[in-house]
């Protein structure tokens, strides 16, 4: 078993940044890669950032390209987002995951192909 704590939301303004950490405890061994999901009221939940568990491969949604950075630190197994630019419309909760299988940009986009979730942390962006 994997456990995933975020942290890091919070109410902050248009275009203003924020960092959002995962940490992961338990069996990180078996980890494959890691995402960010998000998932706004209303809304179906929907894929972010992808992160192999070696850090050399990464994806992201188009709709954050360019703002948003996925890294990991693997001395103390956190990985992060950085958001940068943000914008009303990226208001959700954010969803750290992770899963066993190991990288294929086939499926690092869907949510069913991640094992294990955190528990959410909100982020709302005001205009």
């Known amino acids: 078993q994997v456990q995933l704590v975020e942290s890091g939301g919070g109410l902050v303004q248009a275009g203003d940044s924020l960092r959002l950490s995962c940490v992961a405890s338990?069996?990180?061994?078996?980890?494959?890669?890691m995402g960010w999901f998000r998932q706004a009221p209303g809304k179906e939940r929907e894929f972010v950032a992808a992160?192999?568990?070696?850090?050399?491969?990464?994806h992201y949604a188009e709709s954050v390209k360019g703002r948003y950075t996925i890294s990991r630190d693997n001395a103390i197994n956190t990985v992060y987002l950085q958001m940068n630019t943000l914008k009303p419309e990226d208001t959700a909760v954010y969803y750290c995951?992770?899963?066993?299988?190991?990288?294929?940009?086939?499926?690092?986009?869907?949510?069913?192909?991640?094992?294990?979730w955190g528990q959410g942390t909100q982020v709302t962006v005001s205009s």
């Open positions: 995951a992770a899963a066993r299988s190991f990288w294929s940009i086939a499926i690092v986009t869907r949510p069913g192909e991640y094992d294990y």
């Open positions: 338990g069996s990180t061994s078996s980890v494959g890669r």
């Open positions: 992160l192999s568990w070696s850090g050399i491969s990464t």
